[in-house]
């Protein structure tokens, strides 16, 4: 028998290059007259968690939709700056609108699975609407690798043609996540994920993050600080004072801004005195 030397110390998945940090420039954006953001700048590196905090209305969803182009959907938004995905542009007037939306997924607060489409079908759902065309081979193969990094192939592998409308409520989130997925993003975007979901639910998907973070890139707005630190290595804290567009105060590594933080507005919010 002859046997095949393994390097143990290679990782199993790589690491991820440059080309899926995202970069925000000086974004700002309104709505109708009102301005929103202003000239919000952060670095969000490959391969790491980075998660944007402050109070209600501060704008953090707002930011998080301009990184994959879901302001503009908004009637009456407007922006201005820039988001590079690794050396372009998301915004670049050459570049098509469906290239940002494939490559940057989202997730939202609330899991909005197709209720009545199958768990199979939900999971390759974005394929249909991108035009990726697969064998049944590669689509069972697709759905069984996604529903697996989404930590939920071990309960769903035997009810595949169940609807996702059937499953949990954090089963569904996770499935949302599956079908994220599925379009092999570089980055995921990810607003309140766990927002509607009980504890061991959200325990669950903080989990399939820290599993994700290997192989995409994750921007989360969470208001729970201890999910914040659990998930995160980089944390953005953005405010928006007396009727003043949201910005950020501080962003830096996620231990700093919890432990010893710059600004004392920071301090006063992570430590649960505003909010
Ligand atoms: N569709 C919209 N039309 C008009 N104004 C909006 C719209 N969505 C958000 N806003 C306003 O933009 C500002 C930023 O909202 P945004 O939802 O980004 O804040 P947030 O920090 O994510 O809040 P929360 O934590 O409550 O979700 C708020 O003043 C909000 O009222």
């Known amino acids: 028998m002859t046997t095949i030397p393994v390097d143990l110390t290679r990782p199993m998945v790589p690491p991820l290059d440059g080309q899926a940090t995202i970069d925000a420039r000086a974004v700002s954006a309104w709505f109708g007259e009102r301005k929103v953001l202003d000239r919000v700048s952060l670095v969000m590196p490959a391969g790491t968690v980075t998660a944007l905090i402050g109070p209600s209305g501060c704008g953090k969803s707002t930011f998080l939709r301009t990184l994959n182009r879901m302001h503009e959907l908004i009637p009456g938004a407007s922006l201005a700056g820039e988001v590079f995905l690794g ?98 993003p570089k980055v995921l975007l990810m607003d309140e994920p766990c927002s509607a979901l009980d504890p061991t639910s959200t325990r669950r998907i903080e989990q399939t993050i820290g599993e994700l973070a290997h192989e995409v890139t994750i921007v989360i707005v969470t208001h729970n600080m201890q999910q914040a630190a659990r998930v995160s290595q980089q944390c953005a804290f953005f405010l928006a004072e007396q009727g003043t567009p949201g910005a950020i105060v501080e962003a830096g590594p996620t231990e700093k801004i919890f432990s010893a933080p710059v600004d004392p507005r920071t301090s006063d919010y992570v430590h649960g005195r505003f909010g």
């Open 87 to 184: 050396d372009k542009d998301i915004y670049d007037p050459a570049r098509k609108l469906t290239d940002a939306r494939k490559q940057i997924g989202m997730v939202f607060q609330k899991p909005n699975p197709f209720p009545a489409m199958s768990i199979y079908d939900n999971v390759l759902a974005g394929l249909k609407l991108t035009g990726v065309k697969a064998s049944r081979a590669e689509r069972d193969d697709l759905v069984e690798q996604c529903l697996a990094k989404a930590g939920l192939w071990l309960e769903v592998r035997d009810r595949l043609r169940s609807p996702g409308g059937a499953l949990s409520g954090g089963q569904q989130q996770r499935l949302c996540i599956a079908r994220s997925l599925a379009v092999r």
